[in-house]
């Protein structure tokens, strides 16, 4: 039976993690989906969020995904618990829905010293508390230090992030996170969009503090989850594939998803 490994994202950005698990998982089948006619997801609210994620997470399990993972901060933010509560426990049992938060405050504090940790992350990621709810579970003495970032996933997404224009946006919320603490030795990109502006953040901050993006955390959390639960495993499909899909353009989509996938992307058209 077919069952690939479903990855989700409001937009583009969840092809940044794919591309990691795919580097991982190289045997393993996988179907994504973009909502990208309803994105961003990170400025609507929590109810939101939960029914256009349901709705995705729904689309997947028609399509023989029964593993998924929400590679949305804001999804996983605001929708997953209670997709896990509500969802699979009364309608789909078998299933399985994860996300990216947990994997990556399970390891966000083995980078720090100074256990000054800050975040980077869409206004609903922060609204949400997420971050310092989930990292204080793992690292307790740990200050974390949040800036919403409205304006670069509408950057990224219209292909403006390299543009003079966007490294206001850009540089404002960076001098605003390092103002909250000097002690801030660790970043932690919280919005799978991000890692497209890491050439830039880097420029901006000091040698000092790392740039955590969440791809390669998220991929090896994946293989560890696998290894721990081998009946899941087994019923993953394995014939190295993957297919794209998307709510809006497919031409809009394997254009701009090239960008942040990092080779080219075919992808077709779905209506929810």
Same mark, same amino acid.
Request: hydrophobic share 30%; net charge negative; with cysteine.
């Given at each position: 039976m077919h069952q690939p490994i479903g990855v989700f994202d409001s937009g583009y950005g969840g092809l940044t993690v794919l591309k990691e698990i $795919? *580097? $991982?998982? +190289?045997l393993y089948d996988f179907v994504y989906l973009g909502d990208n006619a309803r994105a961003p997801y990170g400025t609507r609210s929590y109810e939101t969020v939960y029914q256009y994620t349901r709705q995705c997470v729904r689309w997947f399990f028609a399509n023989g995904c029964s593993l998924v993972i929400l590679a949305c901060n804001t999804? %996983? #933010?605001?929708? /997953?618990?209670?997709? *896990?509560? $509500?969802? /699979?426990?009364?309608?789909? +049992?078998g299933k399985r829905v994860l996300g990216v938060i947990r994997p990556t405050t399970e390891m966000v504090g083995n980078y720090s010293l100074t256990r000054h940790v800050g975040i980077l992350a869409t206004p =609903?990621?922060?609204?949400? =508390?997420s971050y310092p709810i989930e990292i204080s579970k793992f690292f307790p003495d740990v200050k974390v230090f949040q800036e919403a970032c409205p304006m670069w996933v509408p950057l990224i997404e219209n292909n403006e992030h390299n543009s003079p224009g966007a490294d206001y946006f850009i540089s404002q919320c960076v001098e605003r996170l390092l103002e909250k603490s000097p002690l801030i030795d660790t970043i932690l990109l919280a919005c799978t969009h991000y890692p497209l502006l890491m050439h830039k953040l880097q420029k901006l901050l000091p040698a000092s503090v790392t740039?955590? +993006? *969440? =791809? %390669?955390?998220? #991929?090896?959390? /994946?293989?560890?989850? /696998? =290894?721990? !639960? +081998? @009946?899941i495993a087994a019923n993953c499909s394995k014939n190295g594939s993957v297919r794209f899909y998307t709510t809006d353009?497919?031409?809009t989509f394997n254009q701009q998803g090239s960008l942040f996938y990092g080779? @080219?992307? &075919? &992808? #077709? !058209?779905?209506?929810l």
């Open positions: $795919r *580097q $991982r998982l +190289p999804a %996983s #933010a605001k929708a /997953l618990r209670t997709i *896990q509560q $509500r969802e /699979l426990e009364q309608e789909y +049992p =609903g990621t922060v609204q949400s =508390g740039l955590l +993006p *969440q =791809g %390669s955390i998220v #991929a090896e959390s /994946l293989c560890n989850y /696998l =290894g721990r !639960h +081998p @009946e353009s497919a031409l080779s @080219e992307v &075919s &992808s #077709a !058209h779905v209506e």
